[in-house]
Nanobody, 123 residues
Framework: QVQLVESGGGLVLAGGSLRLSCTAS????????VGWFRQAPGQEREFVAA????????KYTDSMKGRFTIARDVRSRTVYLQMTGLEPEDTAVYSC????????????????WGQGTQVTVSS
């Protein structure tokens, strides 16, 4: 079982940037496709971005493409979500999730999940 741990959330002013990190506790993410999702209060969970096990393929929600970048560092066994140009509407709990198949990550089914990290963007 993969246990995911997110970090890097916090409070930032509109227009600012944050980098979120996702690692596996007691193991490695290097064999898994990994994605980021977010959930704002009162809203459904939303897919943000995903990367294949080797970083060769990435997927984004169209509205976040260009502002958010997902990348993985095989050496540190970490998957990052670089967020720039943050807006108050980006305020949410951001969670990472993993699965062997990239398609499963994008579809949000059968995934290992982390606990999430809060991102708050103030205007």
């Amino acid at each position: 079982q993969v246990q995911l741990v997110e970090s890097g959330g916090g409070l930032v002013l509109a227009g600012g940037s944050l980098r979120l990190s996702c690692t596996a506790s007691g193991g490695s993410l290097n064999n898994y496709a990994v994605g980021w999702f977010r959930q704002a209060p009162g809203q459904e969970r939303e897919f943000v971005a995903a990367t294949s096990y080797n970083g060769g393929d990435t997927k984004y929600t169209d509205s976040m493409k260009g502002r958010f970048t997902i990348a993985r560092d095989v050496r540190s066994r970490t998957v990052y979500l670089q967020m720039t140009g943050l807006e108050p509407e980006d305020t949410a709990v951001y969670s990472c999730a993993a699965h062997i198949a990239l398609g499963a990550v994008v579809g949000g089914t059968g995934l290992y999940w982390g606990q999430g990290t809060q991102v708050t963007v103030s205007s």
